[in-house]
């Protein structure tokens, strides 16, 4: 049974491999890389640098833009939110600090939460629940890692095998490389281009779901 | 005595909460149990890590809309930066709030601090308080309060209530709930909520319809329940 696990799990890695392989290939194009957009927001920050600003736009605006486009379900606001949202990034970069988290989450945080205050500034007056009040812009104190060690043993286990397919697939991927190939929190994150923090946070989400699914089958 | 939160928001609540497509009374309940429970702010962190994530490696056609994003980038270059005295003036944030009502006084959470200063005034009925806050007409967003050894009359919710418990303790039918807990009760849902004979209790409570009173005398109740919601 142990060994239907991994097969299934590397049988499904194989084909997202090369999905993965390719991607990377068209990025290293852009050369996409952690910490590129870290600096060029410092740059934007220290110097108003418009070189800087402009790469940063024309990676992020289309993808806003896609954002956008899903939840508003038009163009016109997208567009509209990806303008207020590109705009701060803009006027605010001095305000962004890379201790507390990566540019890119701080860039979906600002069109997440322009997006919001766009909504509410339609239905109704200024006595109203804003973006301010819901998401706090400062550090929450971390609380470590607790027990993922503990987890090694259960992940083997055949009961969470279905589950483990239903992961969300970014989230499968992360903890297939992990749990499954053995590789370090870092190669995993130079290997699909993505912020070493986003590795540690989607093994965290993953496995709380996998505990949440576990706990669904018991009861 | 810091009382380990037992009940959170499930998973695909926070993901909406993080994603900002939860109705904003929910997402102000939400906001406010994050607050108070470490663990769901790890959460949150991670699920926001996550959202970003999947948004910045999304596959897009940079050839869209390529005439617009020239004009919107010049716009914006031409715009100034905030100086540096404002930078950090935006920062200043989030002091501790409380709210005072019957002779006593509760911290509440940052996300509430600014819509409790504004908040209606407490109405009394029994041992019961409520003070709404204001928030877009379709929502009900109200502080409540219970004196100790107070029951609140059985009812049924017609639309969904979300109970947070900001202080003090409060029992039901399914158990017994402290500081940071969230209670989500679906329609159809029947309980009597009550406080214990020595301790009182401060909640924030989101109701997307009103109560109604099962039970005998309290029915009369039934006319008043704006009182509630």
Known sequence: MLETTALSGHHAGSTKQKRINQRMTIETDNEQRTGQWEDALTLVALHQDKAAYAELFSYFAPRLRAFGIKMFGNEQQAMEMVQDAMLNVWRKARLFDASRGCASTWIFTIARNVRFDMLRKKQSRKDDISADDLWFDGDYPEQESNNSDNWDTILMSEKLAPHFDGLPPAQRMVMQKVYLEEKSHQEVSDELAIPLGTVKSRIRLALDRLREALDDTRS | ?????????????????????????????????????????????????????????????????????????????????????????????????????????????????????????????????????????????????????????????????????????????????????????????????RTLADEDCLCLSVLSAPLKFNKGLTRLLNPLQQFFY
């Open chain 2, 1 to 193: 005595m810091t009382h380990a939160v037992k009940f959170h928001p499930g998973l695909m609540l926070l993901e909406q909460y993080v994603e900002g497509s939860l109705s904003a009374d929910v997402a102000l309940a939400v906001s406010a149990h994050i607050d108070l429970c470490p663990h769901c702010q790890q959460q949150s962190k991670d699920i926001t890590n996550d959202q970003a994530s999947s948004l910045a490696e999304q596959q897009v056609n940079s050839r869209d809309a390529e005439q617009e994003w020239q004009q919107m980038l010049d716009f914006i270059t031409s715009q100034p930066a905030i100086s540096a005295d404002t930078g950090t003036s935006i920062k200043v944030k989030s002091q501790v709030a409380s709210v005072s009502v019957n002779g006593k006084t509760f911290e509440i959470p940052r996300a509430l601090a600014r819509l409790a200063e504004q908040r209606n005034k407490w109405l009394h009925l029994g041992g019961i308080a409520t003070a709404k806050l204001p928030t877009a007409d379709k929502q009900h967003v109200s502080l409540l309060y219970i004196d100790k050894g107070t029951e609140v009359p059985n009812h049924t919710h017609l639309g969904l209530e979300m109970t947070l418990v900001l202080a003090g303790k409060i029992v039901d039918e399914n158990g017994e709930y402290g500081v940071g807990d969230l209670l989500i009760n679906s329609p159809d849902d029947t309980h009597t909520p």
